[in-house]
Structures are given as C-alpha cells and as structure tokens.
C-alpha cells in the first residue's frame, strides 16, 4: 500500500518490517500522517459514507511476536474523525495468528498456520476484546460491524470446513461480547460461492430480528490469469453479470452480501478511439499510437479516452452493487495509481459515490 515505508530495508511484509531498525519510528510517523482527519472530510465530501478500516491481531496481542503495538491509537482517532463526519466504520480484523492466507496483508509472507495449534482460539479472544471495546454502546453510533477474518484461503494447510465453523464460533463469541445487539458480524467468504455459507447463515440471522451476520466478497479482475483474456468491454460484462452471480443469490438467500473490496484496475490496454485490447498484451502491443495500458501507465498521463474507458469500468461495478449488493468498499480509499479512489475522483476517472454516475450495466447482461 505503502511502498516508501519499505525503504531502505528487505522486509516484505509486516512482520518483518517491525524487525528492522527505527520500525517503530516510521510506524509511528505513517500511522500520525497517513491517514487524516482531513481526509475524512475529503471522503465525506465524495460521497463515501462507510469506513473498512484494516487490523492486524497484533494491534490487541502481540505475545511471543515482533508486532510492534500502538496502532490502537489511531484507530480511536478514527473512530471519532468518522463519527463527526456521520460516517460508519467495520472494524476487520485483516491479520490472524499464524497466517490465514500467506499473504503479505495477512501480516506474514508464506506459510499458512492459522489452522494450526490454538491460533484461531486465539484470533477469536482478539475478536472478543474487540467486541467488548467497540461493541460496547459509546460506539454504536459508529462501529456499525465487526469483520471476523480477512481472505482466509480454502486450499493448502486451510480446510474451509473448518474456516467456516471458526466463523460460526467467533461470531457467537462477538456477539456474546458486544453490548451493541444492533452490531453486524461480517466473514469474508473464503473464496467460497455464497451457497457454502447457507445453512450456517440461515441459523445464525434467524437468532435476531434483522440480518446480523453477512458475507464479505472481494471482487477483482485483475489477479486471475483467465481475466487477462477479456478487453475493457468483457471487464465491464463480467462486472454486470455479478448482479446474477456474486451478489443476487444471497439477496434470495436472506444472506446480505457486501462487496467488501473492488478496484478500478484491469489488465487491458485502450486505444485513442475507446477500443481496447485484451490484458495479454503489454505496452509493446499496442500497436496505435497513443494506447495506453491500464497498469502500465501513471493514471496522470492517461488519455480521455483511457479515463472513460477506466470509469466505465468502475461505473459498471457500481451499477451491479448498487442493485444487487448490500453495500461496497473501494481497495482502497488511498493508494497507487488505479488503486486510490481519492486519486480517481481528483483525475476524473471514478466517480464519486453519490449515485450520480452513469448506470453502465442498464441493458448488459
């Protein structure tokens, strides 16, 4: 996300990261100036009126690691920043003991140990002092969900059986622990067909008078090799075809379904009339002059027609949540390139999120 932190060390994720010399330092300088009040304000005025804000466990428990502590802090701030501005915040717990993905956004590059020994015990006493803290009724103006588990993988050392029964445990521990009866409980899906997650669902939202366990899914085209295959326009119909496939079953279903992250970002290269080539192409293929690759261009030199071709794109994935969805969270609210919506709205490339935004998906299915 934030590349310059990095600088000047070998350490690829967190965990390492907080090895190295004057982590502590320069997690202090990022976490005080990343992320503003003023920014805040900024995402209000675009439209934004919900907040995904990432945590890892360490934040509460970081015994027997090299976590360093002290982001508590600023999620506080956070809290109140958004609580001023009327906003609504999920608190998601993005990192798990041992690793439920092997990501680097799970805190730890490699090996997938959360299954393992008592980590997930322990992922769900994180989740229950979180629970007791922001559940309580002082937040609940605020901290509207609680997201159990980011991206945990159903593969390798993950049995998504088991995934999904954690899921079941640590929501009743969450909502045991919170105050604020009126808190959703969110898991991600596991990389799952919402169908996976029925049964446990249909019993879990038929102990409250509303839907208060949902379904995060991420919903990109940009890391499967398969949708390197489609130009701009086949981004924007698989996008559309999401209203029938993602995100509609679960309306059906009683299981509300948010998609919890999205980008702007496809592989395609667009050409100066709006046409587009597909993401198994590089720079060097477009052979027109002035195309221009999605990724491989800064988005402060992309063209017109590269712009509408990116908000077309996003406008598509807007209509479909709009629709069909139970709400949605931009990947993010400030990044790099295709990856920032703030960037986005400043350059005209994505809309803000007010509803006044062309409704790409009307007559494409």
């Excluded at 997938?112 to 989740?127: A, E, F, T, Y």
């Excluded at 999904?164 to 959703?184: C, M, P």
Aim: overall charge negative.
């Amino acid at each position: 996300m934030v590349p310059d932190v990095f600088d000047g060390t070998n350490a690829v994720d967190q965990y390492t990261f907080d090895q190295t010399p004057q982590a502590k330092d320069k997690l202090q300088q990022h976490w005080s100036t990343y992320f503003t009040e003023a920014d805040i304000k900024t995402l209000k005025s675009y439209g934004v009126n919900a907040l995904r804000i990432p945590c890892g466990f360490w934040t509460w428990d970081n015994a027997d690691t090299p976590y360093i502590q002290g982001a508590e802090q600023y999620l506080d701030k956070a809290l109140e920043w958004a609580r001023d501005a009327d906003m609504l915040v999920w608190i998601d717990l993005h990192g798990h003991p041992g690793s439920q993905n092997g990501f680097d956004n799970s805190g730890r590059e490699g090996d997938v140990d959360w299954q393992q020994g008592n980590n997930m015990d322990r992922s769900i006493s994180v989740l229950t002092t979180i629970a007791t803290k922001y559940g309580a009724e002082k937040y609940a103006d605020v901290v509207a969900g609680i997201e159990l588990v980011n991206e945990p993988i159903n593969y390798g050392n993950n049995d998504v059986s088991k995934t999904i029964s954690w899921a079941v445990q640590a929501y009743n521990a969450v909502r045991g622990a919170a105050a604020n009866k009126d808190l959703q409980i969110i898991t991600h899906d596991s990389f799952e067909p919402a169908s996976s997650w029925f049964g446990d669902s249909k019993q879990l939202n038929a102990q409250s008078n509303f839907y208060g366990f949902a379904l995060d899914t991420h919903l990109y085209q940009v890391f499967v090799a398969t949708d390197s295959y489609l130009d701009q326009d086949g981004h924007i119909s698989k996008a559309c075809d999401w209203q029938t496939t993602a995100l509609l079953p679960s309306q059906q279903a009683g299981l509300p379904i948010y998609a919890g992250e999205w980008t702007a970002t496809t592989n395609a290269c667009i050409n100066p009339d709006g046409s587009s080539i597909n993401g198994t192409s590089t720079q060097n293929d477009c052979k027109v002059p002035g195309c221009q690759c999605i990724v491989d261009t800064p988005t402060s030199q992309w063209s017109n027609s590269t712009k509408s071709a990116v908000r077309k794109f996003v406008e598509a994935q807007l209509s479909a949540f709009e629709a069909a969805g139970s709400g949605y969270f931009v990947w993010s609210a400030k990044g790099q390139g295709t990856w920032s919506f703030m960037q986005g709205v400043e350059e005209g490339w994505f809309p803000k999120l007010d509803g006044d935004f062309q409704h790409a998906c009307d007559g494409v299915h």
